[in-house]
């Protein structure tokens, strides 16, 4: 079961990233799949062998409250400022989906992955001249490789 949720997972990553290389946009569909694991993760685990509740629990859901509280202080901070928000509410759904299907340790591993991903290929495309300072850089892509490398990091696959 959670081989396929993994691989489920994985799908919606690849869409995710596609349509943010091309649109620069997340779509609500995609991070819902994503969402949906949580789910039927509980509902496996309220129903599977010794009812033991499944991962990743109730700090999943903490997690993905504070993704969004954290996004929402640097909105207001960056609004008062007059300065722009380094990333979009699709990445901030995504992370939160990533937290509530997974947990707060692939959410940690995700974020800071995909983070250092995207600097380093940010930092090469401005010494090489591909990107100018101020051109946008699609970070659902660097989301999907560090997601992707933490579910085959686990145990499980």
Known sequence: ?????????????????????????IPDRYVLGIALCAVVRAAAGAFGPGRAPAEPGGGAVLTAALIWA???AALVIGAACGGPIPFGMGDVKLLSAIALALGREAFLFTFGGA??????CAAVLLAFGAKEKKDRIAFGPFIAVS?????LSTSAM
């Open 70 to 72: 954290v996004y929402l």
């Open 115 to 120: 983070s250092i991903l995207c600097g380093l």
């Open 1 to 25: 079961m959670t081989r396929l949720l993994y691989l489920w997972i994985a799908l919606m990553l690849v869409l995710i990233s596609i349509r943010d290389i091309r649109d620069y946009i």
């Open 147 to 151: 997601c992707i490398a933490y579910l």
